[in-house]
């Protein structure tokens, strides 16, 4: 294993939490505009189904994401392509909302740039 695809994902965690914590911070704020008429019961309860779904996502590509043995990877490169074609599979698959795809997409990333910098 690449001595730091355990760092990696430890990081990514972290990332994928604040991505968690976004999605929720959505949900208080269409609360906030049903609560004040901007938007219709209908709209918020629409919203929100999405944005739930979304974090289900989130938190699938987690547990996907832990379960991997990193041990088979020779690279961290290998690794996170790996992920991102098995996570593309699972939301289509699984009917989960692939509009959250490029945010996971981008936290991978983003983690992949931060750790290849601090090896």
Same mark, same amino acid.
């Given at each position: 294993?690449?001595?730091?695809?355990?760092?990696?994902? %430890?990081?990514? /965690?972290? +990332?994928?939490? #604040?991505?968690?914590?976004?999605?929720?911070?959505?949900?208080?704020?269409? /609360?906030? %505009?049903?609560? $004040?008429?901007?938007?219709? /019961?209908?709209?918020?309860? +629409?919203?929100?189904?999405?944005?739930?779904? +979304?974090?289900?996502?989130? +938190?699938?590509?987690?547990?996907?994401?832990?379960?991997?043995?990193?041990?088979?990877?020779?690279?961290?490169?290998?690794?996170?392509?790996?992920?991102?074609? %098995?996570?593309?599979?699972?939301?289509?698959? $699984?009917?989960?909302?692939?509009?959250?795809?490029?945010?996971?997409? %981008?936290?991978? #990333?983003?983690?992949?740039?931060?750790?290849?910098?601090? /090896?």
């Amino acid at each position: 294993m690449v001595p730091f695809i355990k760092k990696y994902l %430890r990081i990514l /965690q972290i +990332e994928l939490e #604040d991505l968690e914590e976004d999605i929720n911070f959505l949900i208080e704020t269409h /609360q906030k %505009r049903v609560n $004040s008429k901007e938007i219709t /019961q209908y709209v918020f309860n +629409e919203n929100l189904a999405v944005l739930k779904n +979304e974090i289900f996502a989130v +938190e699938r590509f987690e547990k996907m994401a832990a379960e991997i043995k990193s041990d088979d990877y020779n690279t961290i490169e290998d690794f996170i392509a790996d992920l991102k074609i %098995r996570y593309k599979k699972r939301l289509k698959d $699984s009917g989960l909302a692939e509009a959250v795809y490029p945010l996971v997409e %981008r936290k991978l #990333d983003k983690v992949y740039k931060f750790v290849a910098l601090n /090896q």
